[in-house]
């Protein structure tokens, strides 16, 4: 960090879905029950998981060929996330190395929080159900704020209530997105390449300051910081 007053990093915020918790099953699981409601076969995985960085509107998208203005496009869309509310922990938990490193920054007196463009009803209730939500500093959702991201508003409201500066934070996502919102909030940034990124897309072209192919390798980047 480079502010030559204070130079420590003192804040670490992720993206929920791809980067901190692994939660593709239960939304691929939720948008084949509602294709099954419909009368349509369910999807390959495999093609689902790509998209579920993207959010709802995505998997509008790819399950039904409806997108923003369509007018199918608001009921199906809030029919989706009522039948994703049903399940949403089911099978989530937060990618592997996850929980060490939150124990890591914890332990290290470093704050950390959640900025993601998922509704708060369903941010909430993913992160009480994996007992998240008393140790995150700062939570912020896609409903937080009238911005959202690639913004840097959710982001700097995520710094107000947590009380750290920017420039004092990194912020890990694994979407354009969130590295876009991250630059602009001035942060420095981490790719989560283990996360839900398309194979057509170039993460390079991101420009993030660094990416890491797994949680675990996260901390060592956040120790060359320090």
Same mark, same amino acid.
Request: net charge negative; with cysteine; glycine share 8%.
């Given at each position: ?7 420590? *990093?003192? =804040? &670490? ?6 980067? #901190?918790? !692994? ?5 691929? +699981? ?80 470093? *704050?950390? =929080? &959640? ?6 009803? #369903?941010? !909430? ?5 994996? +007992? ?95």
């Amino acid at each position: 960090m480079t502010d030559p007053s204070n130079p420590t *990093l003192r =804040g &670490v915020f992720f993206d929920l879905d791809g980067t #901190l918790v !692994d939660t593709a099953v239960d939304m691929g +699981a939720a948008l084949n029950l509602q294709r099954q409601a419909h009368g349509l076969e369910e999807l390959d995985f495999a093609l689902i998981r790509p998209q579920v960085s993207h959010g709802a509107p995505a998997l509008m998208k790819l399950g039904f060929g409806l997108s923003h203005g369509d007018t199918d496009f608001d009921p199906m869309r809030r029919q989706f996330l009522e039948t994703y509310a049903r399940i949403v922990a089911q099978s989530s938990r937060p990618f592997s190395g996850i929980d060490e490193l939150l124990t890591r920054l914890e332990n290290a007196g470093i *704050l950390w =929080g &959640v900025v993601t463009n998922k509704p708060a009803f #369903l941010t !909430d209730a993913l992160l009480s159900a994996l +007992a998240m939500t008393h140790r995150a500093a700062a939570v912020i959702s896609g409903d937080t704020l009238a911005l959202r991201k690639p913004h840097p508003a959710p982001l700097l409201e995520a710094c107000r209530r947590a009380g750290v500066a920017p420039w004092q934070c990194v912020y890990v996502g694994d979407a354009r997105r969130d590295i876009e919102a991250g630059h602009n909030a001035g942060m420095k940034t981490i790719t989560a390449a283990y996360g839900y990124i398309d194979e057509a897309e170039n993460t390079e072209t991101w420009a993030a300051d660094a990416t890491v192919m797994d949680a675990a390798g996260i901390w060592p980047l956040l120790e060359s910081w320090r």
